[in-house]
């Protein structure tokens, strides 16, 4: 079966633009997660969603950072003028409502400030 | 606060042989979860092993195994007969009790597979 799919895979972007990372989550998961990695380092919680509501934006680095997910589904990571420190691969995450509350990952986005 | 802490930056290993990963963790939660995921060089975050803090047994999938000593709060990977394709990053992490579903990694641990 399909599992998370993130778009784009790279992204390159000059600093001060507007970048905008989607997540298409395993379908029927209830739950979606945003981590950031930076360069050799674990990843970090950014944000939570449990179908539309966001019940956890305490990792989010700015209010430049945003999130998503108006349907329950589709979420969308937007991060407005970007610098240099955004650069760090973008990762997301889905699990089920039931049946243990492992999360499965996607192959993530790797975004480039220069 | 929950903390996850790898001490083995990378690790050497001979095919075939096993090799066992640390993780120690602290938390004042009495219901947690424990993860172990595998990261190759894709990027891809790949889930390998579940323990939940009130699992008696310790948890096996394949040629995973983790070695959960809820005293000592370590809960250690092992990996039997490595294979060349197992070379990757390991992270060790645990997800709070229900209300909190993030997980908190550790800085991760590369095991490299030698012939």
């Known amino acids: 079966g399909a599992g998370v799919s993130q778009s784009p895979r790279y992204k390159v972007a000059k600093r001060g633009q507007d970048v905008a990372l989607r997540c298409d989550p395993i379908?029927?998961?209830?739950?979606l997660f945003w981590y950031q990695q930076a360069l050799g380092q674990g990843p970090e919680f950014l944000t939570y969603?449990?179908?539309?509501?966001?019940?956890?934006k305490s990792g989010l680095p700015s209010d430049r950072f945003f999130a998503e997910r108006p349907e329950g589904s589709v979420s969308t990571l937007k991060i407005q003028r970007t610098q240099q420190e955004d650069s760090a691969v973008y990762l997301c995450?889905?699990?089920?409502?039931?049946?243990?509350?492992?999360?499965?990952f996607g192959p993530g986005t790797r975004l480039l400030v220069l | 606060a929950q903390k996850i802490t790898q001490t083995q930056p990378g690790m050497f290993v001979q095919e075939k042989e096993a090799v066992t990963l640390d993780c120690t963790y602290d938390?004042?939660?009495?219901?947690?979860?424990l993860f172990w995921y595998k990261q190759p060089s894709s990027g891809e975050m790949i889930f390998l092993i579940y323990?939940?803090?009130?699992?008696?047994q310790n948890a096996t999938e394949g040629r995973y195994s983790l070695n959960f000593q809820k005293a000592r709060k370590s809960a250690n990977l092992v990996i039997s007969a490595s294979q060349l394709g197992d070379s990757a990053m390991y992270f060790c992490?645990?997800?709070?009790?229900?209300?909190?579903?993030?997980?908190?990694f550790g800085t991760g641990t590369r095991l490299q597979v030698f012939p």
């Open positions: 992490a645990m997800r709070g009790p229900y209300n909190t579903d993030k997980l908190i």
């Open positions: 995450a889905s699990s089920p409502a039931d049946g243990g509350r492992t999360q499965y």
């Open positions: 969603f449990q179908n539309e509501a966001q019940l956890d």
């Open positions: 379908s029927g998961h209830v739950s």
């Open positions: 323990q939940g803090s009130y699992d008696e």
């Open positions: 938390t004042s939660d009495q219901s947690y979860g």
